[in-house]
């Protein structure tokens, strides 16, 4: 029963001459207008140069089948076409339909000789591909004429092949129906392998990830943006279902969305104006780790120019670390006008471009000699990439990616090829001595690319012996939430329905000492966390306005944050002399003043003993300063004072013993020397104990910082 409806199916197909090669689906009522136009546009055709574009990259790309099997002939290999693109909506059109025609390429070809279109005198070889990509597109239209703008430039091979096609369009529905029946598929997508149509499902349910331009916009504002627009936040990434997002588990500043939302979410305001940037959670999460490396006034490194949107998130996440981004291989004057355009847009201020590719850089360049960290995303295989038209405009990768992954996988010898690329790169990476840590990431599914790179790398031994060597840390985000996502100290994902594929490891030099560890390098790695904002923000004098405080930018703070930490600490010691001195001063005049009142014969219902500096209490030699009520005493007219001095009792000192209590900050090996310096911020708070196993008592950030630190 169901191959007649099948038949009765295509044979309406065929008289209407449309048959399409994906299942016509309703649209969804809440569709906006917007995503229905551009939904008729791109149905109605594409520009003339689109077509060329894709023809070039199908020609490059296309399977070659053997001599005697060989019926469709295409023009000869040669030298990688040069490729001109109007915008980056044209680029992605001329990527997809050479894609497209690529995995349909058995098909196109049968329905080309099926119907006699093909062979044709009146087209050469060199006009194959222009003749199937632009098959593809005819059929895709259900065989409709395209609408041609007035501004599109005529190119004559286009219109020749176009023309030549359209006459033919009734022969060429009714191939693509015999074609269905004989391999008894409802959707021509049934044709494909099964590894091809599992990709392509996989592409279209991965869930968008974009990033929050916090320069731009905070977090609070976009979630009250999207809730006016009628989003609902959910808690997982299975939970969502059309106008919903999440925040994601690794990276706070990171959202996802469904997919079926991906033309709305790009028309919205928050994304025209950069608020939101649309990126694969891949890229953030190498972002992220490199971060977390970085102390106050750290550079770091970029190595390949890759994404720009990658190097902005780059710079947002280090603005108030006074950190600047160096970027490797921006090679043309043109590309780097582009980039500080794209940048300037995106109020990205903390970026140098450097013309030379990072391998030519020598490791004690001077320029690069506060740069602590780099950033590794190496040219890889690509085949963990959720959107493979997406990897290949964003990181400049080949087009050669889309055979691989039609083929579903990747040739011996251009691995090979990849993974002396990438170990080299690393290797150099770890050259620079004053560099503390390496992130390396790759969108790549082999071990040659990444688990054994990084362990040939560590083996190499290149750091030589005057330097800490490498050792693999875990990601400074979270993996404990995801126990498959963490492999040893590897971060790695595979390709799925919810997330693409990703491979991250974190080479870090083993840390020295405690005791080599000063006051201030915690107090930088304090301030880059942000803990000490509080503190190093200025208190406005008196007469001036309290103003708002605004994010810290590169171009508004003067001074930095070292001299503000050295400052501090100077600032504290100065406090603490003073307060001992005072202290000294008042304890000397009690004993005065009690000597005198007992040689006076004045005598008292108890006697008062005169006090000693060893018989105070310790806490009285750092006392705060007087509060408002205190200050308020020291104002009283004298007969006050006198009623007060009638009714005042001193009270003899005593000592009260408590048993040990374990010390955690001197128990884990810090220097005398390091703990003295830090004794202004240990002091006038009780030490953390712990109570049922929980450390109780670390009542400020900067407490809690030195403890997670020193333990």
């Known amino acids: 029963m169901s191959e007649p409806n099948n038949n009765l199916f295509l044979h309406e197909d065929v008289i209407n001459g449309t048959s399409d090669l994906s299942e016509v689906k309703k649209p969804d009522e809440k569709e906006s207008v917007v995503k229905r136009t551009m939904t008729l546009i791109e149905k109605n055709g594409c520009h003339d140069t689109v077509y060329m574009n894709a023809a070039k990259i199908f020609q490059g790309i296309h399977t070659e089948k053997a001599k005697d099997r060989m019926l469709v002939r295409y023009a000869g290999d040669s030298a990688p076409p040069s490729l001109t693109f109007k915008d980056v909506c044209s680029q992605r059109l001329s990527y997809e339909l050479a894609f497209n025609a690529l995995k349909y390429q058995d098909l196109l070809e049968e ?43 005529p190119v004559a091979d286009v219109r020749k092949i176009e023309h030549y096609l359209y006459s033919f369009k009734t022969k060429l529905a009714a191939a693509l129906a015999r074609y269905r029946i004989k391999h008894d598929a409802p959707s021509v997508e049934y044709v494909l392998p099964e590894t091809i149509r599992k990709q392509h499902q996989r592409a ?33 990434v299975s939970d969502l279902d059309h106008y919903t997002y999440g925040v994601d588990q690794h990276c706070g500043d990171v959202l996802f969305f469904p997919s079926s ?43 390949h120019v890759g994404s720009h949107l990658t190097i902005a998130h780059l710079s947002v996440l280090t603005n108030h670390s006074m950190s600047t981004i160096f970027v490797c291989g921006v090679k043309s004057s043109e590309k780097e006008a582009e980039l500080r355009n794209l940048f300037s847009h995106m109020e990205c201020t903390n970026i140098q471009l450097l013309h030379e590719d990072f391998t030519e850089i020598g490791p004690t360049d001077p320029k690069l000699q506060k740069a602590k960290v780099i950033l590794l995303l190496p040219q890889c295989s690509g085949l963990g990439a959720g959107d493979p038209i997406d990897f290949i405009l964003n990181e400049h990768g080949d ?25 080299n790169e690393l290797i150099h990476a770890m050259k620079f001595k004053e560099v503390q840590a390496i992130v390396y990431c790759t969108c790549s599914v082999y071990p040659e690319e990444n688990e054994r790179v990084v362990k040939k790398a560590l083996e190499s031994g290149v750091e030589g012996d005057k330097v800490q060597p490498y050792r693999l840390i875990p990601p400074g985000f979270d993996t404990c939430s995801d126990s498959n996502a963490s492999t040893e100290t590897f971060f790695k994902t595979e390709p799925s329905e919810i997330s693409s594929g990703c491979f991250l490891a974190v080479l870090a030099r083993e840390k020295e000492s405690s005791e080599h560890l000063s006051a201030e390098d915690i107090l930088g790695q304090a301030a880059a966390k942000g803990l000490l904002d509080d503190i190093l923000l200025e208190k406005p004098k008196k007469g001036e306005k309290k103003q708002k405080v605004k994010q810290p930018t590169r171009n508004i703070v003067a001074g930095g944050v070292q001299p503000k930490i050295a400052e501090l600490l100077h600032r504290q010691t100065v406090s603490n002399i003073k307060a001992e001195v005072a202290v000294s001063k008042a304890v000397s005049n009690v004993q005065q003043k009690s000597v005198s009142q007992t040689k006076s014969g004045v005598q008292l219902k108890k006697s008062i003993c005169p006090i000693s500096a060893r018989a105070l209490p310790q806490v009285l030699k750092h006392t705060h300063p007087l509060s408002p009520v205190g200050k308020a005493y020291g104002r009283q007219t004298p007969a006050r004072k006198a009623r007060a001095e009638h009714r005042r009792v001193v009270l003899k000192p005593a000592k009260i013993m408590f048993p040990p209590v374990a010390m955690p900050y001197v128990t884990y090996g810090i220097s005398n020397s390091a703990l003295s310096s830090l004794q202004p911020f240990l002091q006038w708070h009780p030490l953390p104990v712990k109570a049922n196993g929980i450390v109780v008592g670390l009542t400020t950030p900067m407490q809690k910082y030195l403890y997670a630190t020193l333990r």
């Not at 119907?115 to 409709?144: A, G, N, W």
């Not at 869930?207 to 731009?216: A, E, G």
């Not at 939101?276 to 972002?287: F, I, N, P, Y």
């Not at 087009?399 to 170990?423: M, N």
């Open 111 to 153: 329905m080309l000789l099926d119907s006699c279109v093909y062979p044709c005198h009146s087209i050469p070889d060199e006009l194959t591909s222009l003749l199937v990509v632009m098959l593809y597109d005819l059929q895709d239209r259900k065989f409709q004429a395209r609408e041609i703008s007035d501004e599109d430039e």
């Open 204 to 236: 279209s349910a991965l869930p968008l990830c974009v990033w929050i331009n916090t320069f731009k916009i905070s977090l609070e504002d976009v979630f009250r943006d999207l809730k006016e627009k009628g989003f609902t936040k959910v808690e997982s």
């Open 261 to 303: 939302l991906k033309e709305e979410l790009l028309n919205l305001d928050l994304f025209a104006d950069s608020k939101l940037l649309l990126q694969d959670k891949s890229r953030s999460l190498a972002v992220h780790a490199a971060q977390a490396q970085l102390n106050s006034g750290d550079d770091i490194i970029v190595a």
């Open 399 to 423: 087009a050669e990616l889309l055979k691989d992954l039609f083929r579903g996988t990747v040739a011996e010898d251009k691995l090979s090829v990849l993974a002396e690329r990438q170990l």
